[in-house]
C-alpha cells in the first residue's frame, strides 16, 4: 500500500487543532489524520473518483470513504489492492528476505537426510502461530518436528545455553528459531561451538552484525531488500513455507504427494500478525484478511475450541475480525506462556484431535482467568508505585515503573493498560528481590519506535539483554541500572521524537453529526477492515454535543447517550473511566462537549443499530 508521493509527514506545529482542541480531558491535542501526512485536495478527488467508478458504495458513503482511505496514506493507484487485498498481488519474491535460500536449503538438506529437526519457539502467540505452521508443513511431509519453548520464569526469552545444551542431548541436528533468536548472539556463539545447527526466522530489530547461523531471515536485518519489516513472525515463516514448496519441488519431492495448499495454514499467519500488533498494510494486509476468512471456517481443530470455550457469543460468530483474535483467541493463547506450561499454545494451533483441542482449550482458558487475577492486582500496584514515586503525572515521554515481584507474564498486558490510560509509552518492570535482577516489558504508541529506543540502552550497556520492535519490547536489568534505563530511554526519545508523538496527539479521520452516525455507515467501514496497527478503525468526530444520561457499569466502564442539533441520539460506552476525567465529564456533565470515538454494531436483542465507543472528550469551548 504505497504512500503518496505528495503525502508526506507535516510537522504537528504547522497543522491547526481540529476543533480548536489543543489539550483534550485526556491531555491530548487533536489533529485531522489526511493533514498530519500531507494528503492533498488532488489525492483526495482521484480517490473519491475511484471509489465512485468501483461502485462499492452508495454515493453519500463514498465521500467518507475516500478521507478515511486517503487518511491510512493509501494512493489512487494503490486503491485496488486496499481494499481488495490479495495475496495473489501483494506476496514478495521469497529470495528478496536475506538469507531465505540458505535457510530453504538448510531445511530441505534436514528433511531428505531425516534428521532430527527442532523448532524453538517464542512463548506468544506470534511464536506459537509460527512453530505451528512449520510443525504442519513438516508432518505434511512425513516428518514430525520436536518443539522447545523456553519458560518464560526460569528460562526468560529466546534460546540460551542451557537450552541448546538439552537439545544437543535429545540428538537434535537443526533448531529453527522462530520470534527468536535475532539478538541472541552469546547463544548461537554457543551452539556453533557445540555442533548444533541453527536457521533463524525472526522480526525483531537487530544489530548489522548477525548472530552466528546457517542462514537469518529477518525482514529487520539491516540489508535485507524485502521491504516486509511490517510483518509478524508468523509472516516471515509463511513465506519460507513458500520458498520450501518452491524448492521441494525443484527436488522432486512432491513426486508422491500433492504439494501442500499453504492458504490452508493462513489462519495461523493472520493470528500472529494481528496479536503481535504489526502494521496491516501491504502484502501483511493480505495476509491479515485472507488468513481472517480462513480462520471464519474454524477448520483448526484448536481456533475452534478457544471460540466455543469462551462462551456462546464467540461460538456463534460467523465471520472472525480482529478483535475475535486480539481479545478472545490470543489472551487465552498467550495464557500459556505467562503463568502455565509454555508450549501449550503450539500444542493446542498443531493437533488435529478434537478431543485433545477442547482439552487444551479448557486448560488454556482456566489460566487465562488466574492471569485476570493476578494482572489486575500488578494493574493497581503499578498505579499506585508510579503515583507514590512521582512517575505519574510527569513530563518524562515515556514512564518506567519498577517494583519486587511483579509476575513477568502480566508486565507487558499492565504496560498496555497504562498506555492506554495515561496515552505514552510505558515500560513495567518486575524485580526478583534475591538476585536484583529486573525483567521488563514496554508498549508503545505511533510514533515512538520504543524497540529501537530499548535496543539503544543495551548498545550503551545500561541493560543485559533488551530489543522488540516499534510497538513493543522486552528488556533484562539489573535493579541498581533501572534509574540509569529511566533517564536514557526519556532522553533517547526527546531526541529522536517529535514532540507532537511524545505527547500522543490524536489523529481524527472525520466529522459527523449524531444522526448520520447509522449503522448503514458502519456496514461500509468494512471495505477498510481488517484493522490494527498502520490501518486503524476510522476515529470520528461529534461537536457539541450534549450528554443524555449516564452511569457507571460492573468494571468501572461507563454507558451514555449523546445528542446534538441535527435530532439525532447515539449511545455508547467508554471503557475503565470511572474515576478519569473522561468519566467525570460523562457522569457530571456541565454543558457542551466535542467527542471522538469509533463506531460499532449493537446487535443486542436484534437491533441491528450502532453505539459509540469513546475514545477522548475535549469541553467546547466556543
Known amino acids: 500500500m504505497p504512500m503518496d508521493a505528495a503525502a508526506k509527514l507535516t510537522p504537528a506545529r504547522d497543522i491547526p487543532p481540529y476543533l480548536g482542541v489543543t489539550s483534550s480531558l485526556s491531555g491530548r491535542g487533536w489533529r485531522e489524520r489526511m493533514a498530519s501526512i500531507g494528503v492533498t485536495p488532488e489525492t483526495l478527488r482521484d480517490i473519491t473518483h475511484r471509489l465512485g467508478l468501483m461502485n462499492v458504495a452508495e454515493p453519500d458513503f463514498i465521500e467518507p470513504l475516500a478521507r478515511f482511505i486517503?487518511?491510512?496514506?493509501?494512493?489512487?493507484?494503490?486503491?485496488?489492492?486496499?481494499?481488495?487485498?490479495?495475496?495473489?498481488?501483494?506476496?514478495?519474491?521469497?529470495?528478496?528476505?536475506?538469507?531465505?535460500?540458505?535457510?530453504?536449503?538448510?531445511?530441505?538438506?534436514?528433511?531428505?537426510?531425516?534428521?532430527?529437526?527442532?523448532?524453538?519457539?517464542?512463548?506468544?502467540?506470534?511464536?506459537?502461530?509460527?512453530?505451528?505452521?512449520?510443525?504442519?508443513?513438516?508432518?505434511?511431509?512425513?516428518?514430525?518436528?520436536?518443539?522447545?519453548?523456553?519458560?518464560?520464569?526460569?528460562?526468560?526469552?529466546?534460546?540460551?545455553?542451557?537450552?541448546?545444551?538439552?537439545?544437543?542431548?535429545?540428538?537434535?541436528?537443526?533448531?529453527?528459531?522462530?520470534?527468536?533468536?535475532?539478538?541472541?548472539?552469546?547463544?548461537?556463539?554457543?551452539?556453533?561451538?557445540?555442533?548444533?545447527?541453527?536457521?533463524?526466522?525472526?522480526?525483531?530489530?537487530?544489530?548489522?552484525?548477525?548472530?552466528?547461523?546457517?542462514?537469518?531471515?529477518?525482514?529487520?536485518?539491516?540489508?535485507?531488500?524485502?521491504?516486509?519489516?511490517?510483518?509478524?513472525?508468523?509472516?516471515?515463516?509463511?513465506?519460507?513455507?513458500?520458498?520450501?514448496?518452491?524448492?521441494?519441488?525443484?527436488?522432486?519431492?512432491?513426486?508422491?504427494?500433492?504439494?501442500?495448499?499453504?492458504?490452508?495454514?493462513?489462519?495461523?499467519?493472520?493470528?500472529?500478525?494481528?496479536?503481535?500488533?504489526?502494521?496491516?498494510?501491504?502484502?501483511?494486509?493480505?495476509?491479515?484478511?485472507?488468513?481472517?476468512?480462513?480462520?471464519?471456517?474454524?477448520?483448526?481443530?484448536?481456533?475452534?475450541?478457544?471460540?466455543?470455550?469462551?462462551?456462546?457469543?464467540?461460538a456463534a460468530v460467523n465471520l472472525m475480525s480482529t478483535f475475535h483474535s486480539g481479545f478472545v483467541i490470543g489472551p487465552r493463547i498467550n495464557a500459556g506462556g505467562r503463568v502455565g506450561r509454555s508450549d501449550l499454545g503450539v500444542r493446542l494451533l498443531s493437533t488435529d484431535d478434537?478431543?485433545?483441542?477442547?482439552?487444551?482449550?479448557?486448560?488454556?482458558?482456566?489460566?487465562?482467568?488466574?492471569?485476570?487475577?493476578?494482572?489486575?492486582?500488578?494493574?493497581?500496584?503499578?498505579?499506585?508505585?508510579?503515583?507514590?514515586?512521582?512517575?505519574?503525572?510527569?513530563?518524562?515521554?515515556?514512564?518506567?515503573?519498577?517494583?519486587?515481584?511483579?509476575?513477568?507474564?502480566?508486565?507487558?498486558?499492565?504496560?498496555?493498560?497504562?498506555?492506554?490510560?495515561?496515552?505514552?509509552?510505558?515500560?513495567?518492570?518486575?524485580?526478583?528481590?534475591?538476585?536484583?535482577?529486573?525483567k521488563g516489558s514496554g508498549r508503545s504508541q505511533a510514533g515512538v519506535n520504543l524497540g529501537e529506543a530499548i535496543g539503544a540502552a543495551f548498545e550503551a550497556g545500561i541493560l543485559l539483554s533488551g530489543g522488540g520492535h516499534a510497538m513493543a519490547a522486552g528488556l533484562s536489568v539489573e535493579k541498581d541500572r533501572i534509574g540509569n534505563l529511566r533517564t536514557f530511554i526519556n532522553d533517547y526519545v526527546t531526541s529522536h521524537v517529535s514532540e507532537a508523538d511524545q505527547i500522543g496527539s490524536v489523529e481524527v479521520d472525520a466529522i459527523l453529526s449524531v444522526r448520520a452516525a447509522s449503522r448503514a455507515m458502519y456496514d461500509k467501514f468494512a471495505l477498510l477492515a481488517p484493522y490494527g496497527q498502520g490501518n486503524p478503525e476510522p476515529l470520528l468526530a461529534f461537536a457539541r454535543v450534549r450528554i443524555g444520561y449516564s452511569q457507571v457499569m460492573k468494571g468501572g466502564h461507563v454507558r451514555f447517550e449523546l445528542?446534538?442539533?441535527?435530532?439525532?441520539?447515539?449511545?455508547?460506552?467508554?471503557?475503565?473511566?470511572?474515576?478519569?476525567?473522561i468519566g467525570d465529564a460523562l457522569l457530571r456533565p456541565t454543558g457542551f462537549v466535542h467527542v471522538l470515538g469509533r463506531l460499532k454494531a449493537d446487535d443486542y436483542k436484534g437491533r441491528d443499530g450502532v453505539q459509540l465507543e469513546i475514545e477522548d472528550i475535549a469541553l467546547a469551548t466556543d
Open 70 to 314: 486517503a487518511g491510512r496514506g493509501v494512493t489512487p493507484e494503490g486503491l485496488q489492492d486496499f481494499i481488495f487485498p490479495t495475496l495473489k498481488a501483494l506476496f514478495p519474491e521469497p529470495s528478496s528476505f536475506m538469507d531465505m535460500d540458505k535457510a530453504v536449503t538448510a531445511i530441505l538438506d534436514a528433511l531428505e537426510r531425516k534428521a532430527k529437526v527442532c523448532v524453538f519457539a517464542d512463548y506468544d502467540v506470534d511464536g506459537a502461530t509460527s512453530a505451528a505452521q512449520l510443525v504442519r508443513w513438516f508432518r505434511y511431509m512425513g516428518h514430525e518436528l520436536t518443539v522447545y519453548v523456553p519458560d518464560r520464569v526460569t528460562e526468560g526469552y529466546g534460546p540460551s545455553n542451557a537450552a541448546f545444551n538439552s537439545l544437543k542431548r535429545q540428538g537434535a541436528d537443526l533448531v529453527i528459531t522462530v520470534d527468536c533468536g535475532a539478538m541472541a548472539h552469546k547463544a548461537l556463539d554457543y551452539a556453533a561451538s557445540i555442533g548444533l545447527d541453527v536457521v533463524v526466522i525472526d522480526h525483531h530489530l537487530m544489530r548489522e552484525e548477525p548472530p552466528h547461523a546457517l542462514a537469518v531471515v529477518n525482514p529487520n536485518r539491516p540489508g535485507c531488500t524485502s521491504a516486509q519489516g511490517n510483518l509478524a513472525a508468523a509472516g516471515v515463516v509463511f513465506v519460507v513455507l513458500a520458498a520450501l514448496n518452491r524448492d521441494a519441488e525443484k527436488r522432486g519431492l512432491f513426486a508422491d504427494r500433492e504439494k501442500p495448499d499453504l492458504r490452508q495454514w493462513l489462519d495461523l499467519s493472520a493470528l500472529g500478525a494481528i496479536c503481535d500488533v504489526t502494521a496491516l498494510t501491504g502484502f501483511n494486509r493480505a495476509l491479515a484478511a485472507q488468513g481472517l476468512k480462513i480462520m471464519s471456517q474454524r477448520k483448526n481443530a484448536g481456533i475452534k475450541a478457544l471460540m466455543e470455550v469462551a462462551g456462546d457469543k464467540s
Open 354 to 438: 478434537a478431543d485433545e483441542a477442547a482439552a487444551l482449550a479448557q486448560e488454556l482458558d482456566e489460566l487465562n482467568r488466574t492471569r485476570r487475577d493476578i494482572e489486575a492486582d500488578v494493574l493497581e500496584q503499578a498505579m499506585q508505585t508510579a503515583e507514590a514515586q512521582g512517575l505519574w503525572p510527569s513530563e518524562d515521554p515515556v514512564i518506567v515503573v519498577a517494583r519486587d515481584d511483579w509476575h513477568p507474564g502480566v508486565i507487558g498486558i499492565v504496560a498496555g493498560r497504562l498506555r492506554e490510560r495515561w496515552h505514552k509509552p510505558v515500560v513495567i518492570i518486575g524485580i526478583d528481590p534475591v538476585s536484583g535482577m529486573g
Open 563 to 581: 445528542s446534538d442539533d441535527s435530532g439525532g441520539k447515539l449511545k455508547g460506552i467508554v471503557w475503565r473511566a470511572e474515576g478519569t476525567a
